[in-house]
C-alpha cells in the first residue's frame, strides 16, 4: 500500500484519529481525520491544554512522553467537544514518526457508555425518592469519617431523624402524599448541609444526618435540622396543605462503641423528642 493510499485509508474511517507533535512549548495537534474534526471541537493544531480536560491533562502528558514506549492500555480521557460539551474517549497511543516525536492517537467515544454507567451507579447508592444517599452508602461514608477521626481527632456528629406521623398523613390522604412529604424533608435537610456532610435515607420515614466538620457545635447544629423540619408544608389533591416535621436525635460519635450503638443513642434521643411532640 502506499503512503497515500494509506493516508487516504486513515482520512476516510470512522475512528476518530489525531496525531501530536511536541512544540516549542509543549505537545499540541497537528493533523486529525474527519472523524477527529466531528467528534471534537476546534481540535486542529492547537496545544493540548486547550482541547483536553485540566483533570486529565496530567495523565494525557505523561503518557505521550512515554512514547513509544506507551503500553497498548487504552486510556480513557475527556476532550473538549462541539458546544462545550465534554466528550469521553478510550484512546490508544501509537507511533507516528521514527523519531518518537510525532504519535497518533485512535480514540473510541465512549460518552454515553461512561454516563450510563455512571448513571446506574448512582442508582444503585441512591434512593429513588428522594435522591438522597442509601443506608449502605450512609454506612460505608460513616466508617470513612471514623477512619479519618482516628488520625485527626475531629469526631463525626451523626443526626437520627424521624417523620412524625407518617402512617397517620398516608392513613388519611394517600402514600402519594407521604412520598411527597418524604421528597420536602429530604429536601429541607439537604438544604441544611454543607459539601461535605452527608444526608441519607436509612429507611421508611428515617433519615440520618452526618457531619465530619471538627468545628461544628452539636447544640446549633440540632437547632438548624428542627429548625429546617418543623412545619414543612405538604400540599394535598384539593390544594390544601398539611404540615409536618420530624423529630431528631443528635449525638457525638463515639469511636470506642460500634456504629449500631451509636446510631441507638440516637434514636433513643430522638424518640424522647417524638413523645415530647405527642405530649405537648
Request: net charge negative; hydrophobic share 40%.
Amino acid at each position: 500500500m502506499q503512503d497515500a493510499d494509506y493516508r487516504r485509508l486513515v482520512e476516510d474511517s470512522p475512528l476518530a484519529t489525531v496525531l501530536v507533535d511536541r512544540g516549542p512549548s509543549g505537545w499540541r495537534t497537528a493533523w486529525a481525520n474527519r472523524a477527529a474534526v466531528d467528534l471534537f471541537d476546534g481540535v486542529l493544531e492547537r496545544p493540548l491544554a486547550e482541547v483536553v480536560h485540566p483533570e486529565d491533562l496530567d495523565d494525557v502528558v505523561a503518557t505521550l512522553e512515554r512514547g513509544a514506549r506507551a503500553d497498548r492500555t487504552a486510556h480513557e480521557w475527556r476532550w473538549r467537544g462541539p458546544a462545550g460539551r465534554d466528550v469521553t474517549v478510550e484512546v490508544l497511543v501509537g507511533g507516528a514518526g521514527a523519531d518518537g516525536e510525532v504519535l497518533s492517537l485512535s480514540c473510541w467515544d465512549v460518552t454515553q457508555h461512561v454516563e450510563r454507567t455512571r448513571d446506574l451507579a448512582h442508582r444503585a447508592t441512591h434512593d429513588r425518592l428522594t435522591g438522597l444517599p442509601t443506608r449502605e452508602l450512609f454506612e460505608d461514608r460513616w466508617e470513612l469519617a471514623r477512619s479519618r477521626a482516628r488520625r485527626s481527632g475531629d469526631v463525626p456528629v451523626v443526626a437520627f431523624c424521624d417523620v412524625d406521623d407518617l402512617k397517620q398523613l398516608n392513613d388519611e390522604h394517600g402514600h402519594l402524599v407521604g412520598d411527597q412529604a418524604l421528597a420536602r424533608i429530604a429536601e429541607r435537610l439537604a438544604s441544611t448541609s454543607r459539601a461535605g456532610d452527608t444526608v441519607a435515607r436509612f429507611g421508611g420515614d428515617e433519615f440520618v444526618v452526618l457531619v465530619e466538620a471538627g468545628d461544628v457545635d452539636p447544640q446549633a447544629l440540632g437547632g438548624r435540622l428542627r429548625e429546617a423540619v418543623t412545619d414543612v408544608p405538604v400540599g394535598l389533591p384539593d390544594h390544601r396543605e398539611v404540615h409536618v416535621r420530624c423529630s431528631v436525635g443528635l449525638v457525638q460519635d463515639d469511636l470506642a462503641r460500634s456504629r449500631a450503638e451509636v446510631l441507638a443513642s440516637a434514636d433513643r434521643l430522638m424518640y424522647e423528642e417524638k413523645r415530647r411532640h405527642r405530649d405537648g
